[in-house]
C-alpha cells in the first residue's frame, strides 16, 4: 500500500508491504527503509495485523488526502502562472532587471515541488479507493476466486497463474498480496463482476456423465402388490 501516514509518529511505524526472502520476512518502510525478522506464522501474522490496524480510520484520511491533493493542484496553477510572468512580465524588468530572473526560480520551483506532490497525494488517492473496494469484498473475492475458471475471464497470463499457484489453504488476496502483486482496482472490479456473472448464470458444472453416475439407481421389482 501507500504511505497513508499523516504525522511523523504514524509513518515511523508504517509497513508498505513485505516479502518473504531466505527465510525472513522483509518489511518495507517509507523513503525506501526495509525491516527484517525470521520468517515464522506467527511473525507473518502479526505483520498483516499492522498492516489491517493501518487501515483505520481510512474514510477520514482518504477526505484529508483530497483536500491536500486538491490544494497541490492550486498550488502548481498559481505558481505556474507566476512563472508565466516573470518570463513575461516587461513592467517588471523595468523596475529590476533581476527581478523576473527571481520570480521565474521561485515560482518555478514552487511550481515543480506542488506538482510533485499533486502527483504524490493522486496515488495516494487511488490507492486507497483500490484498498477500500478489496476491504469491502474480500471476503466474496476469497471465496470465490478458485471456483471455477470463468472467475478469471479477462485477466491477464500473470494474474491468473498468481490465482493457480496460491494454496488452497491460502487467499489469493489479503492487504499485502494486492500489492506485492500489483492487483489493480480495475482488475479486483473485474474478478467481482465475474463472480456476480456466475451467481446470475448459476450454471451446473458437472457433465452429463458426472450427473448420470450420480443419479439415483432405481430398484425395480416384479412382485406383485398384494391387494
Known sequence: MKDYSLNIKEQTNF???YTIKKGEIVSKLP???????????KNEARVLTIMENQLKNLDKKDKIFRR?????????????????????N?????INQY???????????????????????????KDIEKTKY????EFELNKNIKENENMKLNLSNKKIDIINNTPDNKNVFDIN???????????????K??????????????????????APILKYSNKKTKK
Open 15 to 17: 509497513i508498505k508491504n
Open 31 to 41: 523513503y525506501g527503509k526495509k525491516h527484517y525478522i525470521p520468517y515464522s506464522e
Open 68 to 88: 491536500k491533493h486538491h490544494l497541490n493542484l492550486l498550488n502548481t496553477i498559481i505558481f505556474g502562472i507566476l512563472t508565466y510572468l516573470g518570463f513575461t
Open 90 to 94: 516587461l513592467y517588471i524588468a523595468e
Open 99 to 125: 527581478l523576473p530572473m527571481i520570480i521565474q526560480i521561485i515560482a518555478g520551483g514552487g511550481s515543480l515541488i506542488s506538482a510533485i506532490k499533486t502527483i504524490k497525494t493522486h496515488g495516494i488517492i
Open 134 to 137: 478489496y476491504k469491502n469484498n
Open 177 to 191: 498480496k494486492i500489492d506485492i502483486d500489483n492487483w489493480t482496482l480495475e482488475e479486483l472490479k473485474n474478478v
Open 193 to 214: 463482476n465475474n463472480i456476480e456473472r456466475e451467481y446470475y448464470f448459476a450454471f451446473n458444472y458437472e457433465t452429463q456423465d458426472e450427473l448420470e453416475n450420480d
